[in-house]
Each structure stands twice: as structure tokens, then as C-alpha cells.
């Protein structure tokens, strides 16, 4: 299977983490220059998605257009700072491991609690596939099929969400797939979520700061609380009762209309040790320039 991986320029360090994951599990990939936001412009930042982001998502378009040129049927797109597992060589050799009506397939995991459909076999003892009901961010580790990024190229021609939410966010209106699926446990985890790693410069994301600013919250002041009788609350409490019936039913609701149910999503470990080496050197080097004067 066709791997990309799509790397800003001015990040060699996460080309040579990837790249020794990639080797020690004897993956071949092409790298994809990412579009660097800091580069041009891509637009004002509005409260969908960040200028910033808008590029990583053309980045993304950028490396499914590379793939429909290949004229592969299938493509595994990795961002720079995941943490790949030592199962994900088994898991892309393996022909039966992604049936064919699948388009889109998410093989990492934020260990977000997500609604998933019922498991169905993916040829590896111990992984399961599972239709995404609910959303799972993040597009560190994907792998697409020939027909999807056609459609995707097709349509997504720019970008008013970040492409996570467009390719994973099911509860969005932005959520662009008829259907994406799930790998369980994952074969990908981001660095930033792995201790004691997550402070290394490697896991440091170039976007932070303008998702920072994008999710800032403003503080709004609660109403004040009407007054009111003993008889009226009396009342209130009484209606509550068929509220609360009906949010208790709510949950089997859901899982019999929609045949799933929420689960967590492990990463299927162990860290490569050439992932581990990689870290450690950067690490290194971060402690010798924090020592040098500004």
C-alpha cells in the first residue's frame, strides 16, 4: 500500500522520528511537502477554521491528489508526530484487512470515547473495524481508498472546517464522507498524548497557538434566579420526572436505532523503540539549547 507522509519543511525532526519508525518496520513512504501556513494567504481566520489550519487541510488535499496519481488503490496518509505501532506493517500486508467498500479508515486514536458501531473482523486477531457514529478528531493516520479521494478531490476544493471535522466529526454539518470507519485498538497515537514523550520538541504542534485562539472561551455571566414558591417548585420537580425518563431511555435509544455504542480506543502498543531513540535525541537537544543564553 501506497504511505505518504505530509511534512513541513522547516520540520526535520519530525521527518527523521517518522522516518526511523518507518524504516525499523520496513515501510517505504513518499514524503508530501506540507502547504506551510505561514507561507501565503489562505484567508482570514473566522471561527470555523484558522488561516493556519486551512493550509494543513490543503496539505492533506495536496497528498490525495499525489495518491490519484499514483494509481494506487489504496493509501495510508500519515501526519509527522504519530507514534506508529509495531502491528501496522502486519495490519497493510494483510489483503483482507480493509474490506473493499470501505473508503475511509481511521487507524489512530486520540482515546476519545466514541460511539462505534457493531465490531466486524479485519483478517488480525484482536483488531476490529468499526463504523464511526460519533467524532473521533484528529488526521495523524488514515488510510483512504482510490474512490474516495476522487470524490474528496472533487468537492473539498477549500476548506471552511479543519479537515478533521470534515473527515471524522460525524455530529458536524461540515462532515463531507456517506460513511468512516474505525480500526480498534488503533495502530497510531499523536506524541502530545503519550507521557513521558509529550513534552518533547517532536510533539510541539505548529497549530496550537491558532487553536488556542480559535477555541477561546468567553466567560458569560449567569442569569439570575427567578424567586419562586414552594408550590412552584413542587411542580417544577414533578415535570422533571418524564424529562428524566426520557433521557434515561435516550441511551438504549440510540443504541438499537443505531446498532452502537460508546467505547474507548487504546493504541495498540508497544512504542518502537526506534520511535523511543528518536525522541530521546530531541529531547537531548532541547535540554542543550534551553541552556544556551538568548
Request: with cysteine; hydrophobic share 45%; net charge positive.
Amino acid at each position: 500500500m501506497l504511505i505518504l507522509l505530509i511534512n513541513l519543511g522547516r520540520r526535520p525532526d519530525r521527518l527523521e522520528f517518522m522516518t526511523a519508525q518507518l524504516d525499523a518496520l520496513g515501510l517505504p513512504f513518499e514524503r508530501i511537502e506540507a502547504i506551510d501556513g505561514n507561507s501565503g494567504d489562505f484567508g482570514k481566520d473566522i471561527p470555523t477554521v484558522t488561516a493556519a489550519e486551512r493550509a494543513c487541510a490543503l496539505s492533506h488535499r495536496k497528498a490525495w491528489q499525489h495518491f490519484l496519481a499514483s494509481g494506487q488503490q489504496r493509501c495510508l496518509i500519515l501526519e509527522d508526530d504519530v507514534i506508529l505501532s509495531p502491528a501496522l506493517k502486519p495490519f497493510l500486508d494483510n489483503p483482507g484487512s480493509i474490506p473493499r467498500k470501505i473508503g475511509l479508515l481511521r487507524v489512530e486514536t486520540r482515546l476519545m470515547r466514541t460511539r462505534l458501531g457493531l465490531p466486524r473482523g479485519c483478517g488480525m486477531r484482536g483488531f476490529r473495524l468499526h463504523r464511526l457514529r460519533s467524532t473521533h478528531f484528529g488526521t495523524a493516520a488514515y488510510v483512504m481508498s482510490r474512490a474516495f479521494a476522487e470524490a474528496a478531490v472533487r468537492d473539498l476544493t477549500d476548506f471552511d472546517n479543519p479537515v478533521d471535522h470534515v473527515l471524522f466529526a460525524t455530529d458536524e454539518d461540515c462532515f463531507y464522507p456517506a460513511e468512516a470507519y474505525q480500526l480498534r485498538p488503533a495502530l497510531g497515537i499523536q506524541v502530545e498524548l503519550v507521557e513521558p514523550v509529550a513534552n518533547t520538541a517532536v510533539a510541539a504542534s505548529d497549530l496550537e497557538r491558532f487553536r488556542v485562539t480559535r477555541f477561546a472561551t468567553i466567560t458569560v455571566r449567569p442569569p439570575s434566579r427567578p424567586k419562586r414558591s414552594k408550590l412552584a417548585k413542587v411542580v417544577r420537580e414533578i415535570g422533571r420526572i418524564p424529562r428524566n425518563l426520557r433521557a434515561m431511555g435516550k441511551p438504549a435509544y440510540e443504541a438499537l436505532a443505531t446498532r452502537s455504542v460508546w467505547r474507548d480506543i487504546p493504541f495498540a502498543g508497544p512504542i518502537l523503540p526506534a520511535a523511543i531513540a528518536s525522541l530521546s535525541v530531541h529531547r537531548s537537544e532541547q535540554a542543550m539549547q534551553s541552556e544556551v543564553p538568548a
